[in-house]
């Protein structure tokens, strides 16, 4: 194997190290914003809605 | 050269050697002598059989038996290009319909397999980096870019790992096709 090879496989897996460590940070930031956007979303609002439209089906509107 | 002169020059030339392996060897040669004459050919071609006798002498030294140094020089007497060997045809044939060309296929096969994960990681990388222009990734940007990023560096590994697969499969190939060649025309003694 060549130095340049060597090299090539060196910056491969130091890649993959640095993949892993941010696919963790990338998996963290995710589930934190989901959270927050969970949190802001207004669940009596959307319900309501939801069931508002229903009725109209129901009733034929 | 009659057989002893080439006895004697031969026991000069192993003085180096314990006297019990100068006495072995010795007694070898003699055999390989008589049983040369038994067989009819003269002393002449016996000593022309065995070679000059400084390299018999250096070849004992190296630690080569009889048998090997004498298969040595019929391989490097045999005339080049004299034929294939049937033997070695046979050989070449049924090992690669069932052992070199299905590995050969499958080493080929997840090379390219690497090579397609490497243009899905690319365009899943330009389709998030798309989807953050064009604003539809309202609220989720810095995930996005996290994965970005995560997919790049995946896609150095796997190219690396492409670039260094197709090199050694290209040399691997080569020598697999001499390896062929060379048992196709000498057989897999030769």
């Known amino acids: 194997m060549s130095k340049k090879d060597i090299g090539l496989l060196i910056t491969g897996i130091s890649s993959f190290v640095l993949a892993i460590i941010f696919a963790v940070i990338t998996l963290i930031v995710f589930s934190v914003q989901v959270t927050g956007a969970v949190a802001k979303t207004n669940w009596n609002h959307l319900w309501n809605q939801a069931r508002d439209n229903i009725e109209d089906i129901v009733d034929g509107k | ?190």
């Open chain 2, 1 to 190: 050269m009659t057989k002893y002169e080439y006895l004697g020059e031969l026991e000069k030339r192993l003085e180096a050697l314990p006297h019990k392996d100068v006495c072995d060897i010795m007694d070898e040669i003699r055999n390989h002598f008589e049983e040369g004459i038994a067989s009819g050919k003269s002393e002449e071609e016996i000593c022309e059989s065995l070679g000059d006798v400084g390299e018999l002498a250096d070849s004992y030294k190296d630690g080569a038996t009889l048998p090997q140094i004498i298969s040595r020089r019929e391989k490097a007497n045999r005339p080049k290009n004299s034929g294939p060997d049937t033997q070695g045809i046979f050989f070449v044939i049924l090992f690669n319909l069932f052992v070199g060309l299905p590995a050969w296929l499958s080493v080929l096969g997840i090379l390219l397999g690497l090579a397609f994960v490497l243009l899905i990681l690319v365009s899943l990388i330009v389709f998030f980096i798309s989807s953050v222009f064009m604003g539809s990734a309202v609220g989720f940007v810095a995930s996005i870019v996290l994965l970005c990023i995560t997919l790049m560096l995946l896609s150095v590994l796997i190219f690396s790992l492409v670039v260094l697969g197709f090199k050694y499969f290209a040399k691997g190939t080569a020598a697999y096709i001499k390896w062929n060649r060379k048992v196709w025309f000498e057989g897999l003694e030769g």
